[in-house]
């Protein structure tokens, strides 16, 4: 059996209710009344059963509700993938497209974003396909320093 959680004494069902009426996130309308449950004396199964989840899921809602109150219960933005290039390579890499390419040492009369990956693979020994290169701030930039 597992251990207890504490709930918080600032909540009751009839307010994560209101609350559940009240936000514009469809995600917290749903959490909240499994809550509610629990808060009204319910089984954890019963919340489970309301919000459409399994046990462990009501589990990780609580403990999240507990630690940061309704805004717990919102879903957050995914920090997505760590960026290719540091700063520092990101400023040469502007660098260079402001100056424009020369032909005698790069080979060509303007930059495309294959040449621009090929120069970030010469200059750097990173891989990187041409669709994360692309246009920003009126330099070309990898797209996910953007």
Sequence with gaps: MGWAIASRDDFDGPALRQLAKGTKDAAQARRLPA?????????????????GVTLQIVRDWVIRFIEHGSAGLLNGKAPGNRPK?????RQAMAKIVER???PAIHGVVRWRRKDLVEWIFQEFRISMDETTVGVSTGAILPISAV
Excluded at 85 to 89: G, M, P, S
């Design 35 to 51: 809550l509610a449950e629990i808060y009204d004396g319910g089984s954890r199964t019963d919340a489970a059963r309301i919000g």
């Design 85 to 89: 290039l540091n700063d520092n390579q």
């Design 100 to 102: 424009g390419p020369i």
